[in-house]
């Protein structure tokens, strides 16, 4: 197995892992709830983002939180997206680039799920 290298890796995890929440029972509902979703303007989005984190070239511009704060969702959410993430990335890639992905996808689900549960808490 190769090591995440290009943006054409980065599509094909993204696929791949996108292609598995849709068919996630937990998961999939999220996205089938959201109002006008358009899976054809989600994915270039997650492209530039996993891109520019992992890659460094620089396209994605924006703060992804705002955006899942207004979703119902809880940590088993994040858990269940982080199974689904990590094992995409083992099934497809090994190297730094890979592991630096799964580690960036960790943190930003549990920076994500600590904030919104913060919030809901508040409220």
Same mark, same amino acid.
């Given at each position: 197995?190769?090591?995440?290298?290009?943006?054409?890796?980065?599509?094909?995890? /993204?696929?791949?892992?996108?292609? *598995?929440?849709?068919?996630?029972? $937990?998961?999939?509902?999220?996205?089938?709830?959201? &109002? !006008? %979703?358009?899976?054809?303007?989600?994915?270039?989005?997650?492209?530039?983002?996993?891109?520019?984190?992992?890659?460094?070239?620089?396209?994605?511009?924006?703060?992804?939180?705002?955006?899942?704060? /207004?979703?119902?969702?809880?940590? *088993?959410?994040?858990?269940?997206? $982080?199974?689904?993430?990590?094992?995409?990335?083992? &099934? !497809? %890639?090994?190297?730094?680039?890979?592991?630096?992905?799964?580690?960036?996808?960790?943190?930003?689900?549990?920076?994500?799920?600590?904030?919104?549960?913060?919030?809901?808490?508040?409220?």
């Amino acid at each position: 197995m190769n090591d995440i290298q290009s943006p054409e890796d980065i599509k094909v995890m /993204v696929n791949s892992f996108y292609k *598995k929440v849709r068919k996630d029972d $937990l998961l999939a509902p999220v996205f089938a709830g959201i &109002a !006008k %979703f358009d899976w054809d303007e989600h994915l270039p989005i997650m492209y530039d983002f996993w891109t520019t984190l992992i890659i460094d070239k620089k396209g994605y511009r924006g703060n992804p939180y705002p955006k899942h704060v /207004v979703l119902d969702i809880s940590s *088993k959410h994040f858990d269940q997206w $982080l199974i689904h993430f990590n094992d995409t990335i083992d &099934a !497809k %890639f090994k190297g730094k680039n890979a592991d630096e992905m799964k580690r960036v996808a960790s943190q930003i689900a549990v920076a994500f799920s600590h904030k919104m549960a913060a919030k809901k808490n508040m409220a």
